[in-house]
Each structure stands twice: as C-alpha cells, then as structure tokens.
C-alpha cells in the first residue's frame, strides 16, 4: 500500500511570494490532516478534512494560508503572500477513521 | 493555545541503556500517543494510551498514562543505534478523530 505522498520535498522563495503545496492521502482515507512544523518544536494542526469538508480550521491563518480538498482526494495548502515565519515543514496526515494518523514526509519551505 | 511540556529536550544514552521520556500538561487528555521521527521523514506512531493508569508495551518501548490524565511517560530499554530520532508525545481531548496537541520532542542520540 502506497503512503502519504507529498510534493514538492523543498521550496524556496521569498518573502511575499506565493506557493502551493500537494497531498495525495492513502487511498481511501477519508480524513486528511495538514500540519506545520516549525523547526525545534512538534507539529501543529492547520486543518482538518472530512472527505471534501473542512472539520477543523481553527488555526489556519486565513489571511494568508487557504486549503482545498475538491474531490475528498488529493489537497493542496496555498500560502498568498509568503512571510519569513512561515518557513517550516508542511506534513500531510490520513487516516481512515483509526487511532493512527499516517504522516507524508513533508514539504520543507524556506522563505528568504 | 495548549502547551505540552515534554522532557528530557534531548539525551544521549550509551548503547544498550534504558532511556525515560515523559510529558505533562495542565489539561486533561483522553488519548496520549507517542510519535518517532525521523530525519527527513514524518511523524510514526509508536504506541497509543487511551486509559488512564493504562500501561502498553510495543517491543523494546513501555508507555504509560498518567493517573491524572495530565501526563505521559514513555520508556525505551536497551537502546540501538537505531533508536535515534526525536520522539514527539501528543495528546487528545475529544475520540479519535480529534484535535492532537503536539510536545515539542526529545531528541536521542545513542553512542555506539
């Protein structure tokens, strides 16, 4: 069975420049988790989706960070415009509806 | 928002030493799991606690949660080489498809 599967690996870009991430969770997961991960500490939910509908996006900056699910398939994760704060890994997470959540190997941004 | 507090921040042990880790919080948490990552990778997840007093074994690794459900503890005896990596607690309020709150990891080194 195929993983979590994300890309790109790395991105750099500078500061106000926009960038996308993409997720494809493991087939037939129905909830899909992005995650950041600042350098030195664990990571942190930026949402949740059930299928196609957002469960949790509490603490999405919304300003500037937006997420889609379209199909309840793949997920992309949109930062417009990018601030030196936000370099960080970007995990994606699935799970089918079990206790384990089944991590990418993320998406290591450096905004310069 | 929520903080874990996790300890030690890292450790070197000798190989073939027992190791202890733990977790605290200052909320109540239904579920507490304990994560492995590795360099360049996400998150694994190592063991799961849904009880508290609860104490789970997976190979070489014990976990146990806290009578008070304010915390964790997670012990590896006889460590490998193998064993580096930075091990993140995580706990949960609500069931399993519920927000994780992530420590902020203890990274291991082992001495060959």
């Known amino acids: 069975e195929a993983g979590v599967a994300q890309s790109p690996r790395y991105k750099i870009i500078e500061k106000r420049q926009s960038v996308a991430f993409w997720c494809n969770p493991i087939?037939?997961?129905?909830?899909l988790y992005w995650y950041q991960q600042i350098l030195g500490q664990g990571p942190k939910l930026l949402i949740q989706?059930?299928?196609?509908?957002?469960?949790?996006d509490s603490q999405l900056p919304k300003d500037r960070f937006s997420a889609e699910r379209l199909k309840g398939v793949d997920s992309t994760l949109k930062i417009q415009p990018a601030k030196l704060e936000d370099s960080a890994v970007y995990l994606c997470?699935?799970?089918?509806?079990?206790?384990?959540?089944?991590f990418g190997p993320g998406t290591r941004l450096l905004v310069l | 928002g929520q903080q874990l507090n996790q300890s030690p921040q890292s450790m070197f042990i000798q190989e073939g030493e027992d190791v202890s880790m733990n977790c605290t919080s200052s909320?109540?948490?239904?579920?507490w799991l304990w994560y492995k990552q590795d360099p360049g990778e996400g998150p694994v997840l190592l063991i799961a606690l849904y009880k508290a007093g609860e104490l789970t074994s997976n190979g070489r690794l014990t976990a146990q949660f806290g009578i008070t459900r304010k915390d964790s503890f997670l012990n590896i005896s006889a460590s490998i080489p193998s064993d580096v990596g930075i091990y993140f607690c995580a706990g949960r309020r609500g069931g399993s498809q519920g927000n994780l709150i992530f420590g902020k990891g203890t990274k291991l080194s082992v001495k060959p």
């Open positions: 989706f059930q299928n196609n509908g957002v469960v949790d």
């Open positions: 997470a699935s799970t089918s509806g079990g206790e384990t959540q089944y």
């Open positions: 909320s109540i948490f239904n579920t």
């Open positions: 087939s037939g997961h129905a909830t």
